[in-house]
């Protein structure tokens, strides 16, 4: 009996699954959306350091309050086709992972409402009922996220040919290159260089899930 080529997708959130950069709508609320949005680019276009310009990033979130996180999180708008793409997932009985460089705040939310099975991302400190300015450890890297796309493998016992890894990043081309289909979504001219297969649009995807074993 055939089974299914792959069985894990890994993907990331900013700009892949979600439409845009959320870190940026958090910004926005403070009035400072254009200067994180700036950072945020030059990081996923691979030219900082992640970690620098997230702590960076974070800091100048200092005092946001968590009501306006929370309600931001409830207005994320999703790519289109990301509803399809996880629905397609569940028929196919693909595990899915969300891993992100992004915060548990929205990536929680994000996640239980696309159904993922597993949600990875940064944890943000609270002063009472605002941001602290500080993430907390363990961040978030490129070496996290294929990290745990290894584990999910492992968990399953399969190789890491059955795994698809997808996102738009600098900080994705590790698990890009870890997995045996690595996916650019509208990726950065150094992301797309690196994956197996670049889309424009999410249900691109969907018939990669139903491939067969020979």
């Known amino acids: 009996m055939n089974s299914l080529k792959y069985r894990l997708l890994v993907s990331d959130m900013d700009s ?15 009035g400072i959306g254009a200067k994180i949005a700036e950072i945020t680019e030059r990081s996923m276009r691979g030219e900082l350091d992640f970690r620098q310009a997230l702590e960076e990033r974070v800091m100048m979130l200092q005092g946001l309050k968590l009501s306006t996180i929370q309600g931001i999180a409830r207005e994320v708008g999703l790519s289109e086709g990301a509803s399809e793409l996880l629905s397609a997932c569940r028929k196919q009985r ?100 690196a994956a197996d297969l670049s889309i424009d649009q999410l249900r691109d995807l969907i018939p990669y899930l139903t491939e067969q074993d020979d």
């Open 94 to 193: 693909v595990r899915t992972v969300l891993v992100s460089g992004g915060f548990d705040l929205i990536a929680d939310v994000v996640g239980a409402a696309l159904g993922f099975d597993r949600v990875v991302s940064n944890r943000l400190e609270l002063a009472g009922d605002a941001l602290s300015g500080n993430v907390l450890e363990p961040i978030v890297t490129a070496e996290t996220k294929e990290s745990v796309l290894l584990a999910e493998c492992l968990a399953l016992g399969i190789d890491p040919a059955r795994a698809i890894a997808m996102g738009d990043g600098a900080n994705d081309i590790v698990m890009i290159k870890a997995a045996g289909l690595g996916v650019a979504y509208r990726g950065k001219p150094i992301t797309r260089a």
């Open 16 to 30: 892949t699954i979600a439409e845009g950069e959320t870190i940026v709508d958090m910004a926005n609320a403070l």
